[in-house]
């Protein structure tokens, strides 16, 4: 019987990830009204793709794949960005004409967090109805007892620890 070898290479960093559209031209407008910086776009095979973070760098990349209707399927991910960050991204997003969505039961007046890590999020939606989120991870421990919260019961919880 042979033993399984787990993989030795770290995946500590995504480098790319891929969604679809149905309007390449629309998406690619959005990303980069989003401040996201075209890298690419290959008109042959209906795709887009965008430089996340410091384009300099070359860290990270979107690639955004137009698809027929019946091809199309929704996808998800996620921007990382610093805790004051995410506090102005409701202002930034309003004024880009940008809705932010309810999320895990809770309204989008105020971030929500994932206790289980902690993070804090919020989401929104592309044009084509991609998930997509604004998340920042919290310096507090992890609670996996809790459910999905708004970001002040979650500092309320943590300050009163923090008094006992």
């Not at 095979?45 to 209707?69: C, H, N, T, Y």
Request: net charge negative; proline share 5%; glycine share 4%.
């Amino acid at each position: 019987m042979k033993t399984r070898r787990r993989c030795r290479v770290r995946h500590s960093q995504l480098y790319e990830t891929h969604i679809q559209t149905k309007d390449l031209s629309k998406a690619v407008a959005f990303y980069q009204m989003l401040g996201l910086e075209l890298a690419h776009i290959i008109p042959d095979r209906k795709v887009a793709f965008f430089w996340l973070g410091d384009p300099s760098k070359k860290a990270q990349m979107l690639g955004i794949w137009e698809v027929s209707d019946h091809q199309f399927s929704r996808s998800h991910f996620a921007f990382g960005v610093t805790y004051d960050e995410l506090l102005g991204v409701p202002e930034i997003l309003s004024s880009l004409g940008i809705e932010l969505s309810a999320s895990f039961g809770l309204d989008a007046s105020e971030p929500i967090v994932h206790t289980w890590m902690p993070a804090a999020s919020y989401y929104f939606a592309d044009p084509d109805g991609n998930s997509l989120e604004y998340i920042t991870v919290l310096d507090q421990n992890p609670n996996f007892e809790l459910p999905t919260m708004h970001l002040s019961k979650w500092e309320e919880i943590n300050t009163e620890k923090n008094v006992d």
